[in-house]
């Protein structure tokens, strides 16, 4: 399991490839999973001109 830093961590650098095309947006969700089966759903709020990760949450995967 990964701590709160870390899961930040990657979804700071996972970011980029989910900023929205709409430049008035100001919430974004994203999902991530972290081999084997740890997948992570995380929230970011557009403050100003920067996009600033508010939350976390581990998803739980139906098999």
Partial sequence: MLNDKQI???????????????????ELTFNFT?????????WYEKRHTAWTFTKFEKVQIQK
């Fill in 34 to 42: 972290v081999p084997p089966n740890h997948t992570y759903k995380v």
């Fill in 8 to 26: 930040k961590e990657i979804a700071d650098s996972l970011l980029s490839t989910f900023l929205p095309k709409d430049d008035s947006a100001t």
